[in-house]
């Protein structure tokens, strides 16, 4: 029975195979610091003071891969701060993913990237945008992100109730990034679109229990998003955010992530 | 024939006929200042300092019905600037339309659109969000938007190469529309998705000749736009920012807009 065992062996890569892999920068790193940190954890830091982001960035900064912003919601956001968080996600080696969501025309989109109060590409490795307006918008981003070494991530699917990227859309945001793997390094989805090791699958909306919230959006667990669903990332936010111990939350997240990647590389 | 020819005569409301009929405050005003303006032209003032955009603003403010910004790209923004520009949409009576794309789950963008740097439900008469999240996103923008009588656009179309608000993408946004239609007064759109005369059809994307720009934008006439599409609103940007003299532009704009919806009147 020996060669038919082997003949089934499909074996999963590991993060780590898939730093060597990889082909962008941002990509690489990603995975060499998921492999070495043992985390699959990104953080999305919801939270509306300066203050509060660094506070955040740098208790729960070991626990995580990647922090997710949304640099428009600080009430009191300077140059400063991103001064201030660039060096955190040195100190802990994290990646800054500001969740911009670009959703525009290709030449608003790098206006909107590159320029006004937040200067997006000066400091976040990595940005996303939905498919939805075409082409043109990924071509619009990477006319300012690409020299400047950044990724993209594509949103391919949502988690929020009654959404309307359904049917061939996930397809469609596919096509669009392999027609530009130079800057889309993957996706943000509910579940793998492909089976090419250099994309990254990134899963919003997670917590330890299913569940939603009063406005649509739509949880599953750790288990279900990397076993299951076979993706790469876990973004928690409320789960961390909220929980009366933030880097307590963050090192059950963590574990709960890479426990998952672990058991999904059992199976063969 | 006399007979026959009443029963033919299908009457175009005109915009004022429309200001009437309309429940929502913005949505009166709008059609009123129409109506009273002559004008249907909306200007998208994609510039990128403070100083320009006022200027624009007070300059083709007598020949516009909404001034629509990306407030996101200006690179000296302060809070004086939305102040300074509430002035001047009394002062000329225009609405201000902050083309901010929301994109994103409910929760999310109730704090992108109330809080930040910008807080841009404090001067923001009409936002616009992509209906691709799902009812959440509007729900989640009424909790801010509805105390404050401001009022939303949602994206049914797009005017980009490649788009994918395809298939049945329009009529699920004109469904949710019609679900919160106390806070969504119409749509950004290419072309007309419903003869109720309550919903404001706005369509981007306008030059006074056919053509597309290097990143996948396709432009329409004001005449294709408003003639045959049966829309309401023409918004231009470059065609008035990018020439020589923005005021002689803005000027033959609202003319040939203005021109095409009065030949609509024609026809019965």
Redesign the interface.
Known sequence: GGDRSIKRVKRVLTYGDRAKLCSHSVAKFLFTTMEDKQTNLALSA?V?TGAELLRLADAVGPHICILKT??????D?KPDLVHDLSHLAEKHGFLIFE?R?F??????V???YS????RISDWSHIINA????????V??LKEVGLVKDRACLLIAE????????T?D?AK??LKMAEEHDDFVIGFITQSKLSNDPNWVHITPGVKLTRGK?S???QYLTPREVICDKECDIIIVGRGITEAEDSVVAAKAFQEAGYNAYLERMQKT
């Open positions: 919801d509306t949304h640099i428009d919601i600080i009430s956001f969740d969501k959703a525009d025309i290709g030449n608003t790098k206006h909107q320029s006004g109060v937040y939905h498919a939805l307006p075409g082409p043109g918008i071509q619009g949502m988690s929020s109730k009654g959404n309307l990227a049917g859309y469609a945001t919230d406005l649509g959006q």
